[in-house]
């Protein structure tokens, strides 16, 4: 089936490290984000790539880092800079070209805690 | 800026009532507005709004767009438990297709 795999679906991190978040999709998406929520606000967009070796920042990209080595791959590093980076990190994908193109599918989230 | 604003914030009612979410925006080069419905985890997309004054209904939801008012209204009616959920409204710029923006959500809590 196709979809967006995300990677760990919780993880727990120390002050001062850096941790990775993988996100995959099979489905043969140009575009891929990463989108940070905390409760009770809605989605925030971190990082968006619309093709492979090219990303930008989105509305608070600062402590984080990404790279779009593959098309089906965008991991998210949330560096040891982010001041306050415990909150559920979404990925996202979504084709161009295509009737819909603009609806974005989601993966399962991965939760971060900062001890 | 852009901007959405989704009002309630959150919202209890009982099974078999009907309601209405609001969703305001504020955006250069509108292109459509998107309702997603989160449960857990991953949010599922319902509607995609383009033209104003058309209805896009699925079941018991329905959804509409005023681009005079610069607004949208989800309804739900014959409300069940499992319409429980956040209701996500996103605003997507013609400038940059698939960067959504994305309001606060609003909760709707259904009690049996």
């Known amino acids: 089936d196709g979809g967006i795999t995300q990677s760990p679906k919780y993880l727990f991190r120390k002050e001062g490290q850096n941790v990775t978040l993988s996100c995959e999709q099979n489905l043969n998406h140009d575009a891929m984000y990463w989108y940070r929520q905390d409760p009770g606000q809605g989605l925030r967009l971190i990082y968006y790539?619309?093709?492979?070796?090219?990303?930008q920042k989105g509305d608070i990209a600062e402590g984080y880092s990404v790279s779009r080595e593959k098309k089906e791959s965008f991991p998210l590093t949330v560096t040891s800079a982010q001041k306050n980076p415990t909150a559920f990190y979404l990925c996202?994908?979504?084709?161009?070209?295509?009737?819909?193109?603009?609806?974005?599918?989601f993966g399962a989230g991965s939760r971060l805690t900062v001890l | 800026e852009d901007k959405v604003v989704q009002s309630p914030l959150s919202l209890v009612v009982h099974e078999g009532d009907t309601v209405t979410l609001n969703c305001s925006y504020e955006v250069t080069n509108f292109r459509s507005l998107l309702w997603y419905k989160q449960e857990k985890k991953a949010p599922t997309f319902l509607f995609m709004l383009t033209s104003s004054g058309i209805e896009k209904k699925s079941g018991r939801l329905s959804s509409i767009l005023d681009k005079k008012e610069l607004s949208s209204i989800l309804n739900i009616t014959a409300t069940q438990t499992g319409d429980s959920a956040i209701y996500l409204c996103a605003v997507e710029r013609g400038t940059n297709a698939g960067k959504s923006t994305f309001g606060d959500g609003t909760t709707l809590t259904v009690k049996p």
């Open positions: 790539s619309q093709i492979v070796n090219d990303f």
């Open positions: 996202a994908s979504t084709s161009f070209g295509e009737a819909g193109a603009n609806v974005l599918t």
